[in-house]
């Protein structure tokens, strides 16, 4: 069975480097491969995408061996479990606000005994039988080693239950959503302020007393450093989306070639 690269990265107090893609992208996989990424976030809670492109792009995350990291829509199980057999390396979950959230999630994609995943063995994740219903194959004890969880903390109560959260066995980082977190902290009664640094070093400690990873998204390569420093052991960065800031460099250097039209 493959083995993931962020789960090493997470293991061993490294950061794991991780850029995000929410289309249908197939280069964009190759490039972040080549680019000494250890994982790309395939966004599938924000961004639709058909079961044959979901196919394709974790087929392709196999060739060129990274990682993908789903964020799904769904919660239902068999959905999810099947994302790990045709290759997904772990996931994204959003609003994980407490321990019985976090325990549903790990028992619908770990196998017993820490989950109630259903065995197929087919998949990909198992080399089509391969690796599998060979003797002396674990197939079932590699998958749990080998696949991940970042639960995302994102509102008011998921900031109260941070030390429950992360004390499921089967979470594997905790990651802070800065913009539903603020959104959400932000329109509590009352006049006090909320601190995004406050918050994320709340789950930094939290992370810390559980012996487990911490992430967050950031708006830049200073924050990035601070939150390392902390810390941290994901924090994405580059992007689709990045290709906006490549098409206006672009354009100026061209206004700097052409005649005004």
Not at 55 to 83: G, K, N, V
Not at 152 to 160: D, G, H, T
Request: charge should be negative; aromatic fraction near 10%.
């Amino acid at each position: 069975m493959r083995k993931s690269k962020v789960l090493k990265k997470f293991r061993s107090g490294k950061f794991a480097r991780i850029c995000g893609m929410g289309h249908f992208l197939p280069f964009f996989i190759r490039h972040a491969a080549h680019s000494r990424y250890d994982g790309i976030w395939f966004d599938l809670e924000h961004r639709t995408m058909n079961d044959r492109e979901v196919q394709s792009i974790l087929a392709l995350c196999h060739l060129h061996d990274i990682d993908c990291m789903i964020r799904p829509s769904t919660r239902e199980p068999a959905r999810l479990y099947r994302y790990l057999e045709e290759g997904a390396a772990g996931f994204m979950f959003p609003f994980v606000n407490n321990a019985q959230v976090a325990r549903q999630l790990v028992r619908a994609v770990k196998f017993p005994p820490l989950g109630d995943r259903g065995v197929d063995g087919a998949g990909m994740d198992a080399d089509y039988t391969l690796a599998a219903w060979t003797p002396g194959a674990d197939y079932c004890g590699e998958a749990n080693r080998e696949t991940f969880i970042l639960a995302q903390i994102e509102s008011p109560e998921a900031l109260e239950n941070l030390d429950e959260i992360a004390a499921v066995e089967g979470i594997d980082c905790l990651f802070v959503g800065p913009a539903d977190l603020t959104r959400r902290m932000s329109s509590l009664p009352g006049n006090e302020p909320f601190v995004l640094d406050d918050a994320v070093q709340r789950v930094a400690d939290a992370a810390s007393r559980a012996g487990k990873a911490w992430g967050v998204t950031v708006p830049s390569l200073e924050a990035l450093a601070k939150y390392r420093k902390m810390g941290g052991q994901v924090m994405p960065w580059g992007g689709d989306y990045f290709l906006v800031g490549v098409l206006d460099q672009c354009r100026r250097d061209m206004d700097g070639v052409l005649e005004p039209e």
